[in-house]
Antibody, heavy 120, light 107 residues
Framework: QVHLVESGGGVVQPGRSLRLSCAAS????????MHWVRQPPGKGLEWVAV????????YKADSVKGRLSIYRDNSEKKLYLQMDSLKFDDTGVYFC?????????????WGQGILVTVSS | AIQMTQSPSSLSASVGDSVTISCRAS??????FGWYQQKPGKAPKLLIH???TLESGVPSRFSGSGSGTDFTLTINNVQPEDVAVYYC?????????FGQGTKIEIK
């Protein structure tokens, strides 16, 4: 079955960098758009970024443009989120999620999430 | 970016009640819209996509309706296991945006 497992989280100082990984299994990774969604502690969900199935397209939320980069390795079945110049507001649980390939299909599978804490 | 305004922020219901959550988009998003359920400490779960299509395995007491700018999620015969936060999400165009969430509690 479909599994998404995030890793790479932890405690990091403001201004530093962190790279999150999402390992996929149970489906043909290279056929799907993949997304990152985050959730600050005790708050709602925020869509962060998406990368197309072949890596040719990406879109990001305005709040992360210029600091967070999304990329993927289809041969390794992994999605990444490179987080630079981290701010306190970047603290939260980060989920990777699979995009349904049909229009308006939503996000049908999610990882368990990984906590990123930006703290001095 | 498209703004999604979700209401109410919380509600309390008795087992067996019917409840409705609303979500309004700041512009026409056709039916490119979904509802998600998040239980404490868990990842969100897709309940409904394309505004009204129930995901496989989701109980039929959940239903969605709407198109354009106004959408609703209805839960009939609320059960204790429905305690969760519910979010709407527009997937019409990027950046996708979530509503603020609605917390459902049981009286």
């Amino acid at each position: 079955q479909v599994h998404l497992v995030e890793s790479g989280g932890g405690v990091v100082q403001p201004g530093r960098s962190l790279r999150l990984s999402c390992a996929a299994s149970g489906f043909t990774f290279g056929d799907y758009y993949m997304h990152w969604v985050r959730q600050p502690p005790g708050k709602g969900l925020e869509w962060v970024a998406v990368m197309s199935h072949d890596g040719s397209l990406e879109y990001k939320a305005d709040s992360v443009k210029g600091r967070l980069s999304i990329y993927r390795d289809n041969s390794e079945k992994k999605l990444y989120l490179q987080m630079d110049s981290l701010k306190f507001d970047d603290t939260g649980v980060y989920f990777c999620a699979r995009g349904v390939p049909t229009s308006a299909g939503g996000l049908d599978y999610w990882g368990q999430g990984i906590l990123v804490t930006v703290s001095s | 970016a498209i703004q999604m305004t979700q209401s109410p922020s919380s509600l309390s219901a008795s087992v067996g009640d019917s409840v409705t959550i609303s979500c309004r988009a700041s512009q026409d998003i056709r039916k490119d819209f979904g509802w998600y359920q998040q239980k404490p400490g868990k990842a969100p779960k897709l309940l409904i996509h394309a505004a009204s299509t129930l995901e496989s395995g989701v109980p039929s007491r959940f239903s969605g309706s709407g198109s354009g700018t106004d959408f609703t999620l209805t839960i009939n015969n609320v059960q204790p296991e429905d305690v969760a936060v519910y979010y709407c999400l527009q997937d019409y165009y990027y950046p996708w945006t979530f509503g603020q969430g609605t917390k459902i509690e049981i009286k």
